[in-house]
């Protein structure tokens, strides 16, 4: 059994009341176009009109070869953590994601990386999940590479 984790809510309180982002920098504020702009807390789309964040991430816990740094969203102001186990609103758009296995030392386990149909995603995250080398799943982007969310066992 797997479910989708949304970023910590002591993270992202910290980065929406203005602490630093994985560069040192402030994250900009702006505000959301209605588009495609997932923030990666409550996994929803941040509204035409609401304040939105945009910062450097690096979803994991020190600065690494494997650990990739890029830009995510989040909105500007308080919003609750997605919990649950339903795909989120921000997983349901695109047509395809990137997906790759990380160990428990938060290094890529080569072979398990794929561009995978949304809808074929969960089935082959559990398969990854097989390979007991496999602590955790990224979802990013797959045109853009942007970290969406991750994976975890249940």
Not at 7 to 24: C, E, F, I, M, S
Not at 65 to 81: D, S, V, W
Not at 124 to 136: G, K, L, P, T
């Amino acid at each position: 059994m797997t479910r989708i984790t949304a970023l910590p809510t002591d993270l992202v309180r910290a980065l929406q009341d203005g602490g630093p982002d994985a560069h040192g920098q402030i994250p900009e504020r702006t505000v959301s176009d209605g588009g495609s702009n997932p923030c990666r807390h409550c996994l929803q789309y941040i509204p035409e009109g609401a304040g939105m964040l945009i910062l450097a991430h690096r979803p994991f816990p020190e600065a690494q070869p494997y650990a990739e740094t890029g830009p995510i969203f989040l909105c500007a102001g308080h919003c609750a953590r997605h919990q649950g186990e339903a795909v989120p609103e921000v997983l349901e758009r695109a047509p395809d994601y990137l997906i790759k296995g990380y160990s428990a030392g938060h290094r890529i386990i080569y072979g398990t990386g794929i561009v995978i149909p949304q809808a074929e995603m969960m089935a082959r995250a559990e398969a990854i999940f097989a390979d007991e080398r496999v602590n955790y799943i990224h979802i990013r982007s797959s045109r853009n590479n942007c970290y969406q969310a991750r994976i975890d066992r249940e």
